[in-house]
């Protein structure tokens, strides 16, 4: 795993809320897998040829990541709007990089990410 499962926990409860109180970074609006809740967690958002690339620093086991695959989609909004997102699937770094823009940083390679969440926009 990238970075600490103890560590996402201290993100979800502490940092995030502060963020998402901002409104100034993108938000991905998820539902949960088990408890049907909808959840607001705040990404990293690049876009891609036709979707976005998210970077899941907590590795493909984050409940985010579990709970877009499991529901098939989810929303994002950005820049002031929402999108709807569909066909999520995990990507691997090469394929992630390819997509991304020239001036997007890549992950530093400390972090071990191997794998990336794709989805494509819903027209």
């Not at 990541?65 to 709007?81: E, F, P, S, Y």
Request: charged share 25%.
């Amino acid at each position: 795993m990238p970075m600490p499962k103890w560590w996402g926990q201290v993100t979800k409860r502490l940092f995030n809320p502060r963020v998402l109180a901002r409104g100034t970074y993108p938000v991905l609006i998820h539902v949960g897998r088990a408890s049907g809740e909808t959840y607001r967690t705040p990404l990293d958002a690049h876009p891609v040829d036709g979707g976005y690339v998210f970077v899941p620093v907590y590795g493909p086991g984050a409940d985010w990541v579990r709970n877009v695959l499991a529901h098939k989609g989810a929303r994002l909004r950005i820049d002031g709007k929402e999108v709807e997102l569909a066909a999520p699937r995990l990507v691997g770094r090469d394929e992630a990089f390819r997509a991304f823009a020239d001036e997007v940083a890549r992950p530093p390679k400390l972090l071990r990410i191997t794998e990336f969440l794709r989805m494509d926009l819903v027209a």
